[in-house]
């Protein structure tokens, strides 16, 4: 079975960075997309971002655009989600899952596998 193990989370200020790792194991990256996702309190999990086997990114989500990044690293079979510009906005417990199917999609429904998630806490 899949594995994937986040990391990286913690407690920063509005305006810094971090970078969340999502370490996947008993599988190759090279055939899986993989997504982030984020639950805030009281809120539905949503999709912040996705990349395909081809490391082609196919979306960001317009409250993450142009401050969150992801890569994958096949030799550490590692996804990252650097997070720049942090805002309170994006607190929540972050997660990566995997694709049920060769595409991406910002739907939780249509991922399988997930890690257990990180929490990310951006506060003065």
């Known amino acids: 079975q899949v594995q994937l193990v986040e990391s990286g989370g913690g407690l920063v200020q509005p305006g810094g960075s971090l970078r969340l790792s999502c370490a996947v194991s008993?599988?190759?990256?090279?055939?899986?997309?993989i997504g982030w996702f984020r639950q805030a309190p009281g809120k539905e999990r949503e999709g912040l971002s996705c990349?395909?086997?081809?490391?082609?990114?196919?979306y960001y989500a317009d409250s993450v655009k142009g401050r969150f990044t992801i890569s994958r690293d096949r030799a550490k079979n590692t996804v990252y989600l650097q997070m720049n510009s942090l805002k309170p906005d994006d607190t929540g417990v972050y997660y990566c899952?995997?694709?049920?199917?060769?595409?991406?999609?910002?739907?939780?429904?249509?991922?399988?596998?997930w890690g257990q998630g990180t929490q990310v806490t951006v506060s003065s």
């Open positions: 008993r599988i190759t990256l090279d055939y899986l997309y």
């Open positions: 990349i395909s086997t081809s490391d082609v990114t196919t």
């Open positions: 899952a995997t694709s049920t199917y060769y595409y991406c999609s910002p739907y939780p429904k249509d991922y399988s596998y």
